[in-house]
């Protein structure tokens, strides 16, 4: 095997993954009894832990800067986490605009929490199909939407998945940890 030097390598790493890509072999653990990969998105500015046997789905709008990835577990096309990626404008303005994307939501829960860092809006709700957890976080270049469903009847069953993944979500920007308004 020939040998690389770190900084090449680690260059290399960052090119591969500048359109998107899943450490499968580098970076597979298991939470739970759950295999899980990191997925790292340069262009989107996220890294973040899911299960493997999750489809992956990612969907780019480059005109526009923005993007998402959608995990849709295993059996059961109807649980899936969505993360969106946004260049940061108004950030209420976006929140609407994301909540609006799901007509007659109910929200029974809102407050303010820390992921990764930064300040988001979690909220938790349902729709006549599904219950919805939906994070909301702002760093200073991009938005980012977590959003997560599963209808009621399977949604508390992936709350130790669901839990990981949170903790595992990491911004790709330098001046992510930036104290900022809200």
């Known amino acids: 095997m020939a040998r690389y030097s770190r900084p090449l390598f680690g260059m290399l790493l960052i090119s591969l993954c500048l359109s998107g890509c899943s450490l499968l072999g580098l970076d597979a653990a298991q ?23 999750w489809d992956k789905e990612r969907l ?23 993360v969106s990626s946004a260049p940061r404008t108004s950030e209420a303005a976006e929140l609407q605009q994301a909540l609006r994307q799901l007509p007659g939501l109910q929200t029974t829960r809102r407050e303010q929490i820390v992921v990764a860092a930064v300040p988001a ?10 219950n919805y957890r939906i994070w909301f976080l702002s760093a200073p270049r991009r938005t980012f939407l977590l959003q ?9 069953s992936y709350a130790g998945v669901l839990a990981e993944i949170l903790e595992s979500f990491q911004i790709l920007d ?3 940890a930036t104290p900022h308004s809200h």
């Open 148 to 156: 997560f469903e599963a209808p009621p009847e399977l949604f508390d």
């Open 60 to 82: 780019l709008y480059p005109d526009e800067n923005r993007g998402l990835v959608r995990w849709t577990a295993s059996g059961n096309r109807t649980v899936r986490l969505t």
């Open 31 to 53: 939470h739970n009894g759950v295999e899980v990969g990191m997925h790292i998105d340069a262009r989107l500015e996220f890294a973040v832990e899911y299960p493997l046997s």
């Open 174 to 176: 330098s001046d992510a």
């Open 121 to 130: 809006d979690h909220l938790i709700g349902h729709t006549a199909r599904a």
